[in-house]
C-alpha cells in the first residue's frame, strides 16, 4: 500500500532553516507529482510547493517563494523541502502528498514550529 513518511522537522528559530523528508513506498515514484501541504492550528491545509514526476517543473504558494525549494530523488523514493528564512508563521504541521489512482495520500506530517 501507498505510504508516505515524513521526517526531519523541530523547533527553530525566526530566520533559521530546516530540511524535511518525505520517505515514499507502494507506488511508482517517479511517474507522479508530489507535493508538500502544512496546516497550521485552526487554518485549513494549505498547498506549499509541489514537483514532477522528473523533477523539471516545481510550484510554489506565493507566501513560500524565494524561501522554501522542493526536490526529489527518484532514486530514493524521497521528496525535500528546503526551508530558509522561517518565520513565526510558517510553524505548522507539514504534509506530504501524492494523488495515485484515483485518491489523495497524505503522510502522517512532521511538526514545525518558528519560535524565539
Not at 492550528?41 to 498547498?47: A, M, T
Request: with cysteine; aromatic share 12%; charged share 15%.
Amino acid at each position: 500500500q501507498v505510504q508516505l513518511v515524513e521526517s526531519g522537522g523541530g523547533l527553530v528559530q525566526p530566520g533559521g532553516s530546516l530540511r524535511l523528508s518525505c520517505a515514499a513506498s507502494g507506488f511508482a515514484f517517479g511517474m507522479y507529482e508530489m507535493s508538500w501541504y502544512r496546516q497550521a492550528p485552526g487554518k485549513p491545509r494549505e498547498l506549499v510547493a509541489s514537483i514532477s514526476s522528473t523533477g523539471g517543473s516545481t510550484n510554489y504558494a506565493d507566501s513560500m517563494k524565494g524561501r522554501f525549494t522542493i526536490s526529489r530523488d527518484n532514486a530514493k523514493n524521497t521528496v525535500y523541502l528546503q526551508m530558509n528564512s522561517l518565520k513565526p508563521e510558517d510553524t505548522a504541521v507539514y504534509l506530504c502528498n501524492v494523488y495515485w489512482i484515483i485518491r489523495d495520500y497524505w503522510g502522517q506530517g512532521t511538526q514545525v514550529t518558528v519560535s524565539s
